[in-house]
């Protein structure tokens, strides 16, 4: 019979630590990570676009729960995988105009797991709008100091 040394016992417990990570780390990687989005979080645009287009690493089962938060208030809207692709879905957005846009919603994966995915867009008003607000303003400005050197 052989005698067990203590580095058989420590080869031992690590085969097994490393067949325990691999097993929790497993399910894990299941999970379809959020590649890339189109418009990117943080985009700054100068329209609203009809849908964000998101890319995920794997399949997804389903996308639910898409919200947009945008100058209109806050709207449930429609989101769908994208049919010659699994892996892409597009939420609709809503165009309420210039603005901060919000838009979340949930993928489910293969095996079921739900993970939120969040983006920010901002839209800025048309260079037009933003000349004539400015031309506008000035305007208003001479218009006052006019009247207040009228005589009364």
Known sequence: MRAVTHAHLHGATLAVSAALVAAVAAPAVAHSPLGATAPRDGAQLVTVPRAVAATYGEPLAGVEDAV????????????????????????????AGPGTYRVAWVAVSADGHRSEARITFRVRPPAVSRSLLRLSARVRAVAVRVASTAPR
């Open 68 to 95: 947009v938060q945008g100058p209109g208030g806050r709207r449930e809207v429609t989101a769908r995988r994208v049919a010659g692709d699994l892996r892409q879905v597009r939420i609709s957005v809503p165009a």
